[in-house]
């Protein structure tokens, strides 16, 4: 790899950067307490197999906007980080299941995004340099054969029919240890895995069939507010203040009395918090579906009349997620600005943590010319900007100031595995 290619790290500015630059400061001057304190948690609670954490950073302000646990855009990641994505693999395989062998990696159904493709190949290719012998099993209905995909890249993946024998997941010829989801199952949990035997991971409870963005961010809450008792901080710098609603039918206009109430009440939350801090911008709220992915169901909105006047386009737009899942739920999330910009337009970006077992293995900033620091990136148009660290986030250096190499990210390192924790607690909960 060449030396230009290995120092192309991201030019991004923070335009209120001083509160965040004493946060990150803080954080580097309390790594070693962090470190213990993340080690004694994942004894106690082991972290997903893998996830991405969408982060944003407002000057004033880091925390985590949205937690995936069957994380796509293994693509965008720098090459230079495939030995770490290599042995975290490998650490997380042996805690799991110690003898596996054979992986079947179960993808989305989506077999036109490219993009999503390359995904997968690049996942196939992480885990069968860990030591594995992986195949790609798809749940799509009609596929009845091997069917070869040509990507961009040049690669090349091919997918079998998954196959139900007895109480085991398998290929025509291939009968694997682990069956590995890198499908969220958003329109519920198929049949074909009642009762299997083998490890599933991560496992059916943790997908949007069952989950919930409001439980993930109430275990976060937590989370955020052990970690601040630790480092003496304020949990609202890394914490979203959250309210959620019952049911919610935005084309009958069921719910709405509930949702102008929350939407109020958090407004007016952000608003004491922005005067404790001195804080001049507007405050704003995310509401979107409480569960689902792909930036689906959500909207910003600064008063809860603007909830109440939606019209019809955008009342549909707010009633239905990936693969056409109705919303029921809806949480409301307290918007945090992105103050981070990209490139010659000064675009909004925000950056997205990647962690494989409770490892930082990279990430990107996602970047999108057309939406403002109040909006939602992941949205149609948005493209990716690999962060491309000259070491890995979770090695700092606390002499250097907080925006030096490796140290620029190893506040986002930190706020991503936090969410980590939050959702390792999910699942242990759920569990019981």
């Not at 407002?58 to 980080?81: E, H, I, M, Q, Y």
């Not at 009609?142 to 993946?157: C, H, T, V």
Request: aromatic share 8%; glycine share 6%; net charge negative.
């Amino acid at each position: 790899m060449s030396v230009e290619h290995l120092h192309a790290v991201p030019h991004l500015t923070t335009a209120l950067s001083g509160p965040l630059r004493h946060l990150e400061s803080h954080l580097l001057q309390h790594q070693s307490e962090i470190e213990t304190w993340l080690r004694t948690q994942w004894l106690k609670t082991p972290a997903p197999f893998y996830a991405s954490v969408d982060l944003r950073n407002s000057g004033f302000k880091l925390a985590p906007v949205d937690t995936n646990l069957f994380p796509a855009g293994f693509n965008n990641l720098n090459p230079a980080f495939m030995p770490l994505c290599i042995q975290a693999i490998q650490s997380a395989m042996e805690r799991i299941c110690p003898d596996a062998a054979r992986i079947i990696l179960v993808p989305e159904n989506h077999t036109r995004n490219l993009f999503y493709l390359e995904n997968i190949a690049t996942l196939q290719n992480i885990i069968s340099k860990a030591g594995f012998d992986v195949r790609i099993g798809s749940l799509i209905p009609d596929l009845k054969e091997n069917a070869q995909f040509m990507l961009p890249s040049g690669r090349q993946i091919t997918m079998s029919p998954l196959q139900r024998k007895g109480d085991k997941l398998v290929l025509t010829d291939f009968e694997p240890c682990i069956v590995l989801l890198n499908n969220d199952l958003s329109s519920g949990v198929p049949d074909l895995f009642e009762g299997v035997e083998q490890k599933i991971v991560p496992p059916l409870d943790l997908s949007w069939a069952a989950r919930l963005k409001s439980e993930h961010f109430a275990e976060y809450k937590e989370v955020a507010e052990e970690f601040a008792q630790l480092i003496d901080i304020d949990p609202w710098l890394i914490n979203p203040l959250a309210r959620n609603c019952g049911e919610i039918n935005f084309m009958k206009r069921e719910g709405e009395d509930c949702l102008r109430k929350n939407v109020t009440k958090l407004l007016d939350g952000i608003q004491a918090k922005y005067d404790e801090y001195g804080i001049k911008e507007k405050p704003f709220v995310i509401a979107k579906a409480d569960a689902g992915t792909y930036g689906m169901g959500i909207m910003t909105v600064h008063s809860a009349d603007e909830l109440l006047e939606l019209n019809r386009k955008q009342r549909t737009k707010m009633s239905a997620t990936k693969s056409g899942k109705s919303v029921s739920k809806v949480i409301m999330q307290e918007g945090v600005y992105t103050f981070e910009k990209w490139g010659d337009q000064q675009s909004a970006a925000e950056p997205v943590v990647y962690m494989i077992d409770h490892f930082v293995v990279g990430g990107f900033y996602r970047v999108h010319t057309e939406r403002g620091t109040n909006e939602n990136l992941n949205a149609p148009g948005m493209h990716f900007q690999p962060l491309a660290f000259v070491e890995p986030c979770n090695a700092p250096d606390a002499s250097k100031a907080p925006d030096a190499n490796p140290n620029r990210f190893y506040a986002y390192g930190v706020i991503g595995r936090l969410a980590l924790l939050a959702a390792a607690r999910e699942y242990a909960k759920s569990k019981n």
